[in-house]
């Protein structure tokens, strides 16, 4: 069913706590290129207060999901989707709640345990004795990716985050995850506004009565 496409499109956005492919390659040390160019993200990342975007998402089978991305850091980030797509992806602190409208269903997890932590966290630490460890960077004329993995974790897979690179200033242009089953999600952000003004209220999550609770899975 569509519907059930739908949701698992917007599952895999965040939910993973496997993000990336089983087969992680040895990284090779930074260059002073390299070096910088993390530095650039670290500052960059770590200059955002809030971010508001829209997004569009894709499986790896090419179905598409679309909606809006508000984050306020620390902690706080809110993927509300565009219908027919049933599901909320919110945080209002310390965790995620994933909610799925049509079953009334809410699973809650750390969001450190997903790709999100690089939007929520209080500090983003790209250091080699930092939580996150970079494997890869891609420069070119307007782009830089930088792929990172969990240091605790390395094995458990990779992230890549892109971001345009004009006139030597940076700004968030999306992300690519792969499951454990190596199926990428691809996240593209547009219409991106950062640092303005954004009311705590937009991460509030009001369960429903008679929403049943899930583990985190």
């Known amino acids: 069913m569509a519907t059930d496409r739908l949701r698992r499109i917007a599952a895999t956005a965040l939910l993973f706590s496997v993000f990336a492919s ?3 390659a040895d990284s090779t040390a ?3 290129g390299d070096r910088a160019a993390i530095a650039r993200v670290e500052a960059y990342l770590n200059g955002l207060t809030t971010l508001q975007a829209r997004f569009v998402q894709l499986d790896s089978s090419g179905e598409a999901a679309t909606g809006r991305l ?3 850091r620390p902690g706080r980030l809110r993927f509300e989707y565009d219908p027919p797509t049933p599901v909320l992806l919110v945080s ?5 709640i994933y909610y799925d409208r049509d079953l009334k269903t809410a699973t809650r997890l750390d969001w ?3 790709p999100a932590w690089f939007l929520v966290a209080d500090k983003v630490s790209l250091s080699p004795d930092g939580p996150y460890r970079v494997v890869d960077v891609h420069r070119s004329p307007g782009l830089l990716v930088v792929t990172a993995v969990n240091a605790d974790a390395p094995e458990d897979g990779r992230i890549a985050v892109s971001f345009a690179d004009r ?5 968030l242009a999306g992300w690519v995850a792969v499951d454990a089953l190596g199926q990428p ?3 593209t952000l ?3 506004e950062a640092n303005r003004p954004v009311d705590d209220k937009a991460f509030a999550f009001d369960e429903p009565v008679g929403a049943l609770e899930r583990q985190d899975p």
């Open 190 to 192: 547009f219409n991106l």
């Open 167 to 171: 006139a030597g200033r940076l700004k």
């Open 185 to 187: 999600t691809r996240v």
């Open 92 to 96: 209002p602190g310390s965790e995620l």
């Open 30 to 32: 930074p260059d002073d």
């Open 22 to 24: 089983p087969a992680v």
């Open 112 to 114: 450190e345990d997903t």
């Open 70 to 72: 508000t984050v306020k």
